[in-house]
């Protein structure tokens, strides 16, 4: 288990903005779940290009691009 | 009633011959699932009426002009988060009781085009993502080798359902492993086809970018079989591929020979070790397809962490976007663990969206490149047997990473075939993955190594058959 790293304010920021409603003990119960998703974050992050652009922008199947 | 369970193939060949009618063949079926449904939960809907009534349709065309397909009059079944005109298509949530589409999915009617028996829409997790949940309308469905066992999901009605012979094969999803996962632990054959091959028109979003339709059957030839009558550009999908359908048959049977093996040994070694079951079974896909005349190659990738990681993100992220407002109005309709993955996506951030799409960008890459010389890759299906059901871990998408996401984010097709039992008598599976729209190869892989192991031989000791391995 992932040290926990975050408040259950900033969680509940989050949440209110996503305008989830959930009581004090409900948002505790997920600050376990929080750390996890913390540490997948960091891991997605590292150094890239400008030109490292997100997944499936105009990749057209090749067959399509050749008409 | 007999206890002889078929497989498509089987059938397809006693039905040609004039030895079997679909009405005759349907009758086995529902009386199996009048004997096993109480304790398995496969469906959520029986389609009995339809199904007989699609039999005798069949029993006609057949005697009137032969089969029109491998398919025609054998008795399937659909997750329930396929749409089908006219009969209830739940989604296993409470958001949808009572929904009942004025049209079929897409894959739905390539199967009823194929003349095959609709025997009903079976068991999922709720909108296909969480389980298993006790606090849904309908129970979740029960492992046919051990029914105290989970069956992985989310097509777990359809991995239960094949693997004690209540339907020939099925149609399930897959978003992050949820046709391979319960392939791998009911002891069936799931494939999960390249990004864009079936459509996914009709069919209620997991994950838009990640979600495939793929069959499940009890060998790899059903699959092909299966895979045959579902391909296929479709203008209703945008993400639909426009490539011509080749013959997903043609490699069966010609075995291994001259085929390169890469071996992800890291994944099921150093990254989440897999029980000593699951690594017998990729040993021995390894020897096999070595005496098969196979070339063995250890291949290289970033952490299996890694892929999940970009997974979860875009999983997460588009999942919540496709039932934001469902949350926002009717959260309390939700069980927990669907509600928790919703949950998930408000503690996601944008930027952590479209970094795990940049990211994504380069482990296809990185990805490619490693099968640029290979035709086949093997790695795990699953690492370990079929757990109690009552024993899943609520964060069991967080803690530690599956074998089966990585081909969702990279759109590469990937089958998982039994390859054997673990101490508890509970089948374990390898999981082999191909080049985009590399399904022939892949299929003839498969059906090599299925060929040359005996494990398609034992069915569920529920089912009270003889045959042992």
Request: proline letters at 7%.
């Amino acid at each position: 288990m992932p040290t926990p790293i975050a408040s259950e304010a900033e969680m509940s920021a989050f949440l209110a903005r996503a305008g989830f409603i959930l009581t004090p003990e409900q948002v505790a119960e997920y600050v376990e779940a929080y750390g996890y998703i913390v540490e997948m974050s960091a891991r997605i992050r590292g150094e890239r290009s400008y030109m490292a652009e997100p997944a499936h922008i105009f990749s057209f199947p090749t067959e399509e691009s050749a008409r | 009633m007999s206890t002889d369970i078929l497989t498509i193939s089987e059938a397809a060949a006693l039905i040609k011959a004039g030895k079997l009618s679909p009405v005759e063949l349907t009758e086995m079926c529902l009386a199996r699932v009048k004997a096993f449904e109480p304790e398995l939960h496969a469906f959520v809907t029986l389609t009995e009426d339809r199904a007989r009534a699609d039999a005798k349709k069949a029993e006609a065309e057949i005697k009137a002009s032969g089969p029109t397909s491998p398919l025609h009059g054998i008795p399937i079944g659909l997750k329930d988060i396929i749409d089908t005109k006219g009969i209830l298509t739940t989604c296993q949530s409470a958001h949808n009781i009572g929904n009942v589409p004025d049209a079929d999915a897409t894959c739905a009617v390539a199967l009823d085009a194929a003349g095959t028996v609709l025997m009903g829409k079976l068991t999922t997790h709720e909108f296909a993502d969480g389980g298993p949940s006790f606090d849904l309308p309908w129970p979740p469905s029960r492992n046919p080798w051990n029914t105290q066992r989970f069956t992985a999901g989310s097509s777990s009605g359809t991995g239960a359902a094949v693997a004690a012979g209540l339907v020939l094969g099925g149609l399930g999803t897959d978003t992050g492993g949820s046709i391979r996962g319960p392939a791998a632990l009911c002891g069936i054959v799931g494939l999960k086809p390249t990004y864009g091959l079936v459509s996914r028109a009709g069919v209620a979003p997991a994950a838009y970018s990640l979600d495939h339709i793929g069959p499940m059957a009890w060998t790899t030839q059903d699959c092909a079989l299966m895979l045959q009558a579902l391909a296929g550009h479709d203008p209703a999908d945008p993400a639909s591929a426009t490539r011509a359908v080749p013959d997903y048959t043609a490699g069966l049977g010609k075995g291994a020979k001259g085929l390169k093996v890469g071996v992800l040994s890291r994944w099921h070694e150093t990254d989440r070790p897999v029980a000593p079951a699951v690594k017998a079974g990729i040993d021995a896909a390894i020897s096999t397809y070595e005496s098969l005349g196979a070339e063995i190659i250890e291949i290289k990738l970033s952490a299996m962490q890694e892929y999940n990681a970009a997974g979860f993100f875009i999983s997460t992220v588009e999942r919540g976007a496709a039932y934001e407002r469902m949350m926002l109005k009717n959260p309390e309709k939700f069980g927990q663990r669907y509600r928790d993955r919703l949950v998930f996506a408000a503690l996601c951030t944008g930027m952590d969206y479209v970094q795990a799409l940049r990211r994504r960008r380069e482990l296809i890459a990185e990805m490619a490149a490693a099968m640029a010389g290979v035709d086949v890759v093997l790695t795990a299906g699953n690492p370990d047997e079929a757990p109690p059901i009552d024993q899943v871990p609520r964060w069991d998408n967080l803690d530690k990473p599956n074998f089966t996401m990585a081909f969702n984010l990279t759109g590469m097709p990937a089958i998982c075939v039994p390859s054997g039992f673990g101490p508890n008598g509970l089948p374990v599976s390898i999981q082999l993955a191909a080049r985009p729209f590399g399904e022939a190869v892949l299929l003839q892989a498969a059906h090599a190594f299925e060929q040359a192991t005996p494990w398609r031989q034992r069915r569920p000791a529920m089912l009270g058959l003889a045959k042992a391995a």
